[in-house]
């Protein structure tokens, strides 16, 4: 292993200094391989490691590509693990949310376009007087996501979006056995777009502090 991280840390290297672009081919194998003073199979394996993370891409019969680098793309193998975690832990994953969101609602409620405020008025407009829980919730997330993507920040974006797994099955669950999820959920809602669309952004912060810190709540004493 410790010639494998060896080998991705000269390739890592090699990225960051501008020599392997976003997007750029890598020399022919042997070639890096001899360039790096690396045995061709250690710097398989750290190509097999980069591409697992999306650093690398590897094309059959066309060669190996550096990704675009995406904040988004580098931060899906985060969601890969992150969607292995259990009730049990989906709790540290709230808690987090509560720090990223309402700093995220605040950006949006700064740099939303105008058009983008209306869109995301839309998105509650859409879901219907008695919408199922699978309605609900995906309502719940497209609304969370239009906002994470309004903050301007796609790390941020990101890594809220690599939130969502384990905390959708919460929300389901809290949709199928608390009184008046759907109410609060609308209302909550309802005053985080008023505050973005009003550009206050502390009070969009609040209140998106509010929604999630009541899910974080209600979760704490079902799991309790």
């Not at 020599?19 to 045995?39: C, F, I, Q, T, V």
């Not at 669950?173 to 909550?188: D, I, V």
């Given at each position: 292993?410790?010639?494998?991280?060896?080998a991705?840390d000269?390739?890592?290297?090699m990225?960051?200094?501008g020599?392997?672009?976003?997007?750029?081919?890598?020399?022919?194998?042997?070639?890096?391989?001899?360039?790096?003073?690396?045995?061709r199979?250690?710097?398989?394996?750290?190509?097999?490691?980069?591409?697992?993370?999306?650093?690398?891409?590897v094309?059959?019969?066309?060669?190996?590509?550096?990704?675009?680098?995406?904040?988004?793309?580098?931060?899906?193998?985060m969601?890969f693990?992150?969607d292995?975690?259990?009730d049990?832990?989906?709790?540290?994953?709230?808690?987090v949310?509560?720090?990223l969101e309402?700093?995220?609602?605040?950006m949006?409620?700064?740099?939303?376009?105008?058009?983008?405020v209306?869109?995301l008025?839309?998105?509650?407009?859409?879901?219907?007087p008695?919408?199922?829980?699978?309605?609900?919730?995906a309502?719940?997330?497209?609304?969370?996501?239009?906002?994470?993507?309004?903050s301007g920040?796609?790390?941020?974006?990101?890594?809220?979006?690599s939130?969502s797994?384990?905390t959708?099955?919460?929300?389901i669950?809290?949709?199928?056995?608390?009184?008046?999820?759907?109410?609060?959920?609308?209302?909550?809602h309802?005053?985080i777009?008023?505050?973005?669309?009003?550009?206050q952004p502390?009070?969009?912060?609040?209140?998106?502090?509010?929604h999630?810190a009541?899910?974080?709540e209600?979760?704490?004493s079902?799991?309790a």
């Open positions: 292993m410790a010639v494998t991280d060896a991705i000269k390739i890592k290297q990225i960051l200094s020599e392997l672009a976003p997007g750029s081919r890598l020399p022919k194998e042997a070639d890096l391989a001899d360039r790096l003073g690396l045995s199979n250690s710097l398989r394996e750290a190509v097999r490691a980069l591409a697992l993370i999306n650093v690398l891409d094309r059959q019969g066309d060669g190996t590509y550096v990704t675009s680098l995406e904040p988004r793309l580098l931060l899906d193998a969601s693990v992150v292995f975690h259990q049990d832990t989906v709790l540290q994953f709230f808690q949310r509560r720090i309402p700093a995220a609602t605040a949006a409620a700064t740099y939303m376009s105008e058009s983008e209306a869109e008025r839309k998105i509650l407009d859409e879901l219907p008695d919408p199922s829980v699978e309605q609900l919730v309502n719940d997330l497209e609304f969370h996501q239009r906002i994470a993507a309004g920040n796609a790390v941020l974006c990101s890594l809220i979006e939130l797994g384990p959708t099955r919460a929300r669950w809290r949709g199928l056995t608390q009184e008046n999820a759907l109410e609060k959920t609308r209302e909550q309802t005053a777009c008023d505050a973005i669309a009003a550009r502390e009070v969009a912060r609040a209140w998106a502090t509010v999630i009541g899910v974080e209600w979760l704490r079902a799991l």
